[in-house]
């Protein structure tokens, strides 16, 4: 609580809104950013999402989210940056601590994934860069924004 008028700076941004799933809000209000930090509160301890911060700022996101039934050793990845803090390492950084922390923190989990639009090379690069493998292209999975877009799917195992 106190970091809403933060997050809204951060996230309502079409440029960040193009390259996530449709559930992100947008426009993303302050209303959107009471919600969520709401939500962030509930979270069991220990959460499986965390703010990233610069200066303790808000600048950004981050989640592990635990999958159900035969894929329940597997979490999905996702994660935001403002805009303003891109190019500077940031989202690499954010990522190799998420993927260590969620390993570390949740022990049943094997494998972290993440699914990126086939356009978004800054997050592929980031993927690589963190330790994650390509496996797959999904052609034609998504829809985004009217347009139909590939999905490159990542991978890291626990070592
Ligand atoms: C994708 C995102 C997280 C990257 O954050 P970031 O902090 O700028 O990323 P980093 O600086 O850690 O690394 C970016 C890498 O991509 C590269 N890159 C950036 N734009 C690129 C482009 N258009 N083509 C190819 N590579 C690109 C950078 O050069 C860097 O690689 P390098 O270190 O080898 O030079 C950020 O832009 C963002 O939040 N975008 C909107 C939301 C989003 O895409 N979320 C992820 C959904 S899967």
Redesign the pocket.
């Known amino acids: 609580v106190g970091d809403e008028r933060d997050l809204v700076e951060q996230a309502n941004n079409p ?2 809104f193009a ?2 799933r449709d559930a992100f809000p947008h426009p993303y209000t302050f209303a959107d950013a009471v919600a969520w930090i709401g939500h962030c509160q509930e979270l069991p301890d220990p959460p499986n999402v965390l703010a990233i911060t610069l200066d303790d700022c808000v600048v ?1 996101g981050i989640g592990v989210h635990p999958q159900a039934d035969v894929y329940r050793l597997n979490a999905e990845i ?4 403002g805009e303003a ?9 954010a990522v190799r601590f998420m993927t260590d922390y969620a390993f570390e923190q949740f022990p049943h989990l094997h494998r972290l994934f ?1 699914g ?1 639009f086939g356009f ?4 592929q ?2 993927l690589e ?1 963190a330790g994650y493998t390509l496996e797959a292209i999904h052609r034609e999975a998504v829809f985004k924004n009217g347009l139909l877009e590939d999905e490159y799917l990542y991978a890291t195992f626990r070592k």
């Open positions: 440029r960040i390259n996530v950004g996702g994660y935001w940056l803090y891109w190019g500077r390492g940031l989202a690499t950084e993440a990126v978004n090379h800054a997050s690069r980031v860069k």
